[in-house]
């Protein structure tokens, strides 16, 4: 048996499960994989290709070989597109609402979902945190921790915004908050793997905790995990 631990964050935008995935991965030394890039990535191949969401063989085409991979150059997590870094061009609002309507075909939604089981279950080291929308559900139901964070609309979208305005972004608040609601609506309202909670998912609202109270919750539970396995009950 593995000794590795598998640990899913699943929540909407704005909750938290970016910046938390990358703390409680460091603070493990183990792998983080955020897999709302890789449907960020497509949706940057399909525009630059002229692919309407809609097109599914040709959808289905473009992800046959999509070389996406993930690179860690100090403390800066990238991701690439071939050979090109495109961290930062598929952070914009266009890319968010893109990749919600891309990850809503069923044909992305394979091609990714293999992708994430092997690059979750063949990396190397201890354990692997994997972020986004239906880790705990369907990419590694049989994760032994999984998250389930949230946080109200307004807080997401104050996040969100001050997010996009760190990168340089020219958005107003009241349009962010807008388009956080309306991206959760559909990824909890698609057909294809929804966002929802897995019933074993241990749910934290970050509403009005820090980032720090969040991960001390987190770590508490890991290690927990962590104890049953080396017993040999996780
Ligand atoms: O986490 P994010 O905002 O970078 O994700 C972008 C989009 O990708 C999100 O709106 C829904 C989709 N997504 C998904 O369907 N399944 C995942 N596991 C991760 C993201």
Not at 2 to 22: E, F, N, R, Y
Not at 165 to 185: F, K, Y
Not at 203 to 219: G, P
Request: charged share 25%; aromatic share 4%; net charge neutral.
């Amino acid at each position: 048996m593995s000794d590795k631990i598998i640990v899913a964050i699943d929540g909407p935008s704005g909750s938290g499960k970016s910046t938390l995935s990358k703390m409680l991965a460091r603070r493990l030394d183990f792998i983080n994989i955020d897999t709302g890039a890789m449907y960020r990535t497509v949706a940057l191949a399909a525009a630059r290709a002229g692919i309407d969401p809609e097109d599914h063989a040709a959808l289905e085409q473009l992800c046959a070989n999509l070389p996406i991979s993930f690179k860690r150059v100090g403390v800066k997590e990238q991701v690439w597109l071939g050979d090109e870094d495109v961290s930062d061009a598929i952070r914009t609002p266009e890319m968010s609402l893109l990749s919600s309507a891309v990850s809503a075909s069923p044909v992305v939604r394979k091609a990714m979902l293999a992708l994430q089981r092997h690059m979750g279950g063949n990396r190397c080291g201890s354990g692997v945190v994997l972020e986004g929308r239906d880790i705990g559900t369907e990419v590694f139901p049989n994760a032994q921790v999984k998250f389930y964070l949230c946080a109200n609309d307004a807080e997401r979208g104050r996040r969100r915004y001050a997010q996009l305005r760190q990168n340089g972004q020219d958005v107003s608040l009241e349009q962010t908050v807008a388009e956080v609601i309306e991206r959760d609506h559909a990824d909890k309202n698609r057909k294809h793997a929804p966002l929802k909670q897995a019933q074993d998912a241990i749910v934290i609202d970050s509403t009005a905790l820090d980032t720090n109270a969040v991960l001390e919750q987190m770590l508490h539970y890991v290690h927990l995990a962590q104890g049953k396995k080396a017993k040999g009950e996780g």
